[in-house]
Every structure is written in structure tokens, then in C-alpha cells.
């Protein structure tokens, strides 16, 4: 109500229209569809993110991972976004897939067998290595007698 007095008080509506062209210039519809532009850029640019973790194949569903040292199992992998089951806190954790780069996102390979790359001494199946110095190859060392030279006296 108060918005229809002030354009009466202004002198009605072709007041307000005369206003608003000139605010808006005769090329305001420029920065409009740019504003546009960037806004469908940045939802065009999301979507294909998200288009890309839901049919890539680099995490299956049900797979164990490790969000920032946390264990976690992918519950869902969505078109918009992925929702993980957080073990150490039995809760549910939902992230957009444009934010999954903005994790930390650790993977166990599968062991074929053999002796581990990293092992730690927490693992039960830690096989210690004993550590070999490095010897350096032996130096070929000469004795040089030089005399010294004679000092001149001023």
C-alpha cells in the first residue's frame, strides 16, 4: 500500500516508467542478459560436475573410503549429490558432487598378496624391515708431503 502512494505521490504511473527507463538506460537489457550469462554459466558449470561423478566410475556404491582420515561407506552416488554413512559417528553425511573436490578422499587399493608399501606398527600383519646403513664407497686417500714455501722477510 505504501509503495502504490509513493508512486502517486512521484505523479502516477508513467512517472515511475520514465524513472525506471531512465535508470535503466536504453542499454540496460545488456547488463541484464549479462547477469543472465554468468548466473547460467555457473549452474551450467555444477550440473556438468555433478554429471561427471554420477557416471564416472572412480567410487561405486557401498564402497569404504576415508573422508579426511575419517572411515566412510557411499551410500548413494546421485545426479546432484553423493551421501556417505560416517562410521565413527554413525551418521549420515550428504555433499554436493561440485564439493566432492573440495575433500580429502582416501581409497584402500586391493592387496594382491606380498609384503605392504607402508606398513605400520599398529597393523597386525606388520613385517619389520631391518634397516641397512648406506655405506659409502671407501675414499682412495694420499699422503702428500709438501714442504712449505720459504717466507720472505721486509
Known amino acids: 500500500m505504501e509503495v502504490t ?3 502517486q505521490q512521484l505523479g502516477g504511473q508513467e512517472a515511475a516508467e520514465s524513472l525506471a527507463k531512465g535508470l535503466i538506460g536504453e542499454y540496460g537489457w545488456v547488463a541484464l542478459a549479462a547477469l543472465v550469462a554468468i548466473l547460467a554459466k555457473d ?3 555444477k550440473f556438468a560436475q555433478s554429471i561427471l561423478v ?3 566410475h572412480g567410487f561405486e556404491n557401498d564402497e ?3 573422508i579426511s582420515g575419517r572411515q566412510a ?3 548413494r552416488k546421485g545426479v546432484t549429490s553423493t551421501t556417505f554413512y560416517m562410521s565413527d559417528r554413525r551418521t549420515k553425511m550428504v555433499v554436493p ?3 566432492l573436490s573440495d575433500l580429502t578422499v582416501e581409497k584402500m587399493l586391493p ?5 605392504p608399501y607402508l606398513s605400520k ?3 597386525p600383519d606388520f613385517v619389520g624391515y631391518e634397516e641397512v646403513p648406506i655405506v659409502p664407497p671407501p675414499m682412495k686417500v694420499q699422503v702428500v708431503d709438501k714442504k712449505p714455501a720459504p717466507r720472505r722477510k721486509r
Do not use: T
Not at 592387496?111 to 609384503?115: A, S, T, Y
Open 54 to 56: 554420477f557416471f564416472g
Open 5 to 7: 502512494n509513493l508512486v
Open 111 to 115: 592387496h594382491n598378496g606380498g609384503d
Open 121 to 123: 606398527g599398529s597393523d
Open 97 to 99: 558432487n561440485e564439493k
Open 43 to 45: 549452474v551450467v558449470i
Open 64 to 66: 569404504i573410503i576415508y
Open 73 to 75: 561407506r557411499i551410500i
